[in-house]
């Protein structure tokens, strides 16, 4: 159990329990730099099993990548008004250009060249909306130039004070997609589109069910029309926002001069769209799926799906068990499943079933001398159970072992977040929910900035999405569950990250 004790039980203190499960996994740790992450390998490569998934989803829509830079002119950022105040507290800036040697010892050895001040500061990427559509401009013409779909795949800096490992860290990696189209429609369009990608990624690839909807006017994305946004419920009943979806209209067209000849030869601006996430998902794949042994991953996205571990007493038994062990491996790989197998010497067989459960391993396939002669493995499943399976034909079993603690997986997931949402919510019942074990709470919304902000202070929770049709109650409420005035829409409220 050494590898078990060292992570804090989730009921004792979650943020604890985040913090040791992503340690023991070995996803990530601590940077030299304040308020930055080290992504370990283990954590980077289910990063890029996310966009493997993701990319081959952009592309079957008709994106393609691009690459832009990572520093962007101040002037860029002040041409959207309500995008510089956004993000204005958050930008780093970039204001001299190189340093010089003092002769002093210590810090003090360097220091900024006075004489290397740029003319114009340089924003370091908060997000690209102004140095693309800059972009777009040059490129965009005529109707026939559209739509123009782009994503790239990057990293962003945003000057946290507060930050927590993939949830919110200063710097992080992303994709962020960026559209030009001729219509309000085709934009608006694109914006449900996209939502719709992410959905379909976080629930059949991450095993997170979500919820969609639209975010508040408070709420929305600096110099958006509309923003639609994805929420998760983690197992200490907070939301996670997994990911955004941006109509823009036509703010940033107008601020860049980004205009398109029309058909019959006159001039318009085009439409908008922004839409991305980050690696705030691993966050959320740890905190919707781990327990108090470790990481608990989604064989689509488990970076290792198989770990075999041979069993033996003695050298002969040794050679016997990893050499079936190696043509499991072997057969497993051929049907294209990711494996590993365990051959150290230095460890006992429990010490890596414990490294193997707090890595996040879907499945074990444990191989002793017994089970060779049985022509038979034994398998332990991450999320609970052990059974025989045939050395014959293994790999199909391994196979649909995996896809059932997929579905079991989402399963429980999206059990465990109706087990912990209420509707038609009152006042009185709201703040007893947030004051308690909280989760999602659905009722009625006046639409008042100033109703969400006095709900917010008394509670800490917020309007998380004005939620699509398909997640609505069966009764549409009339009026606000706080303020008593009639209800203008149907609103999710939860504590959030």
Known sequence: MAHAQKITPRAKDFSEWYNDVIMQAELADYSPVRGCMVIRPHGYRVWELMQSALDAMFKATGHQNAYFPLFIPQSFLAKEAEHVEGFAKEVALVTHTRLRATGKEGAAAIEVDPDSKLEEPLVVRPTSETIIYAMFAKWIQSYRDLPLLINQWCNIVRWELRTRLFLRTTEFLWQEGHTAHATEAEAEAEARQMLGVYRKFQEDWMAMPVITGRKTESEKFAGALRTYALEALMQDNKALQAGTSHNLGQNFSKAFNLQYQTAAGGLEFAWNTSWGVST??????????????????????????????????????????????????????????????????????????????????????????????????????????????????????????????????????????????????????????????????????????????????????????????????????????????PSVAEAVWAQAY
């Open 280 to 485: 705030r998902m691993i966050g959320g794949l740890v905190m919707t799926h781990s327990d108090d042994n470790g990481l608990v991953c989604p064989p689509r996205l488990a970076p290792v799906q198989v770990a075999i571990v041979p069993i033996w007493k003695s050298e002969e038994e040794r050679g016997q068990v990893s050499g079936v062990g190696g043509q499991v491996k072997a057969e497993l790989e051929q049907a294209g499943i990711r494996v590993a197998l365990d051959l150290r010497d230095n460890m006992k067989p429990g010490a890596k079933y414990f490294e193997w459960e707090a890595k996040g391993v879907p499945l074990r396939l444990e191989i002793g001398p017994r089970d060779v002669a049985a022509g038979q493995a034994m398998t332990a499943r991450r999320t609970g159970g052990k059974a025989p399976a045939k050395l014959e034909g293994i790999a199909a079993a391994v196979r649909a072992a995996l896809d059932e603690i997929q579905t079991g997986l989402f399963h429980a997931a999206r059990d465990r977040r109706e087990a912990h949402t209420i509707r038609g919510v009152t006042k009185a019942q709201f703040v007893e929910f947030m004051k308690g074990t909280g989760g999602f709470a659905y009722g009625g919304f006046c639409g008042s900035a100033a109703c969400e902000a006095e709900i917010k202070q008394a509670t800490a929770a917020t309007v998380r999405v004005l939620p699509d049709p398909e997640f609505r109650s069966r009764e549409t409420p009339q009026t606000c569950m706080w303020c008593g005035k």
